[in-house]
């Protein structure tokens, strides 16, 4: 299966490249594959923007349950700001709609860091998440880190690096001692006049 969706990767990668980008003829091989990375735990940004940017020049064509797809996989790749681009990407009158108002409002409250709330909506809502395979284990590894990084007092930068502020409360200090001989220096003192 893993094959399989290789080879779909490169034919989308194909599709993405050039004019061909834009054709609203390629949508329905696009949704294939947005289902196929929700079934199969696997994440493609560039395919599923231009999914999204699609929508906008034809929304005639315009998928509820493919956008709302796209939004749950952007989730799972955060801290990253895919979600963002993407619920930026999609119509206010589409943003009100039940499935994607519904994870817009999870987004908000994970990257507001309120994980109990977040768990506690989404286990009301356990509709939203069938099918996107991972789900919740990447959610998970998100808000483990933002737990540890408030606990604790860590920053992240734009570079999705982060920083521990609090080292010096982990510094130790030892004693070293040295035991010189004047023998061993007068050597080293001798040339350096």
Same mark, same amino acid.
């Given at each position: 299966?893993?094959?399989?969706?290789?080879?779909?990767?490169?034919?989308?990668?194909?599709?993405?490249?050039? %004019?061909?980008?834009? #054709?609203?003829?390629?949508?329905?091989?696009?949704?294939?594959?947005?289902?196929?990375?929700?079934?199969? *735990?696997?994440?493609?940004?560039?395919?599923?923007?231009?999914?999204?940017?699609?929508?906008?020049? *034809?929304?005639?064509?315009?998928?509820?349950?493919?956008?709302?797809? %796209?939004?749950?996989?952007?989730?799972? #790749?955060?801290?990253?700001?895919?979600?963002?681009?993407?619920?930026?990407? %999609?119509?206010?009158?589409?943003?009100?709609?039940?499935?994607?108002?519904?994870?817009?409002? !999870?987004? *908000? !409250?994970?990257?507001?860091?309120?994980?109990?709330?977040?768990?506690?909506?989404?286990?009301? #809502?356990?509709?939203?998440?069938?099918? %996107?395979?991972?789900?919740?284990?990447?959610?998970?590894?998100?808000?483990?880190?933002?737990?540890?990084? #408030?606990?604790?007092g860590w920053t992240e930068n734009e570079d999705g690096q982060i920083f521990i502020h609090s080292q010096e409360e982990c510094v130790k200090p030892k004693n070293i001692v040295e035991k010189i001989d004047f023998e061993s220096?007068?050597?080293?003192?001798?040339?350096?006049?």
């Amino acid at each position: 299966m893993a094959t399989t969706f290789e080879q779909m990767r490169a034919n989308v990668g194909k599709l993405l490249r050039g %004019i061909d980008r834009y #054709n609203p003829e390629n949508l329905s091989t696009l949704e294939r594959y947005v289902d196929t990375q929700a079934r199969e *735990n696997t994440y493609d940004l560039e395919a599923n923007l231009a999914v999204l940017k699609l929508y906008q020049f *034809n929304p005639a064509y315009f998928q509820t349950t493919v956008t709302a797809q %796209i939004l749950l996989k952007a989730l799972t #790749n955060l801290p990253h700001t895919d979600f963002t681009l993407c619920k930026c990407m %999609i119509d206010q009158t589409h943003q009100e709609e039940r499935p994607i108002r519904q994870i817009l409002y !999870l987004g *908000n !409250l994970l990257e507001t860091c309120h994980f109990q709330s977040f768990w506690a909506s989404l286990e009301e #809502n356990r509709d939203l998440i069938d099918g %996107i395979t991972g789900f919740e284990d990447s959610v998970r590894k998100y808000t483990q880190v933002k737990v540890w990084m #408030n606990k604790y007092g860590w920053t992240e930068n734009e570079d999705g690096q982060i920083f521990i502020h609090s080292q010096e409360e982990c510094v130790k200090p030892k004693n070293i001692v040295e035991k010189i001989d004047f023998e061993s220096v007068s050597s080293i003192m001798a040339t350096s006049q």
